[in-house]
């Protein structure tokens, strides 16, 4: 089962920062936070991941809270482009977790 | 830079028949993951490979089989096609390597239908 909630979907006004949370309450010490996005029937793509600290990159921010148990996807300035749904999933690294679990993520709609 | 190739990219098979989906992961990558999209659907992790071993399964049919090559390739086997595997299938692979970061890139899928 997933280990993460998200509403099932979003609106945001073009230009405007999107701001999508995530809950995972069961989060382990040593389990990363990746935020990932599917555009239409394409492959996801991965967009940012982190561990305790907010993180940000050319595509988006990524804030953490102090007990780890919920993030937020910020994608400071939404086109178009960014309507897709987003998936948040928690995952270790780099060892032991081969049984990557997709969650119902949510679809962002952007609005022109 | 390269990235996960999956082949065929289309499929067309009648149900009873058997399909093979190949998955070609990024150079140096270790570990390859298969996942299942049925229409309106989230990825539904299938199985994994690390290093040419399965280590880890998900909600794979007894029909299908997979497997991990010497050059890190991967093949999806499904036999006994139903209609209800009509899906797209996807491909990811990632490095367990520790200077690398962990996430998973995909390919661009390969689209089953079943008639």
């Known amino acids: 089962d997933a280990k993460t909630t998200q509403p099932p979907s979003m609106d945001c006004a073009e230009g405007r920062a999107a701001n999508l949370p995530c809950n995972h309450s069961t989060i382990s010490g040593n389990e990363y936070v990746y935020w990932y996005r599917q555009i239409h029937s394409q492959g996801p793509q991965y967009i940012i991941h982190g561990l305790k600290n907010n993180e940000t990159n050319e595509m988006a921010s990524l804030i953490i809270t102090e007990d780890r148990k919920s993030s937020t996807l910020i994608l400071p300035h939404a086109t178009l482009r960014d309507t897709a749904v987003y998936y948040c999933?928690?995952?270790?690294?780099?060892?032991?977790?081969?049984?990557?679990?997709f969650g119902k993520g949510t679809r962002l709609h952007i609005l022109p | 830079a390269a990235g996960v190739i999956q082949s065929p990219r289309h499929l067309i098979k009648e149900k009873r028949e058997t399909a093979t989906l190949k998955c070609y992961p990024i150079p140096r990558h270790d570990t390859v993951y298969w996942y299942q999209q049925g229409p309106g659907q989230d990825p539904q992790f299938l199985i994994s490979?690390?290093?040419?071993?399965?280590?880890d399964k998900g909600s794979i049919p007894d029909r299908f089989s997979a497997q991990q090559f010497s050059d890190y390739h991967s093949e999806l086997n499904m036999s006994s096609l139903e209609l209800g595997d009509s899906a797209l299938y996807f491909c990811?692979?990632?490095?367990?390597?520790?200077?690398?970061?962990?996430?998973?890139?995909f390919g661009e899928g390969s689209r089953l239908t079943v008639l």
């Open positions: 999933i928690v995952s270790y690294s780099m060892n032991r977790d081969d049984k990557i679990i």
């Open positions: 490979f690390y290093e040419k071993m399965q280590s």
């Open positions: 990811a692979s990632r490095s367990r390597r520790v200077m690398d970061t962990g996430e998973l890139f």
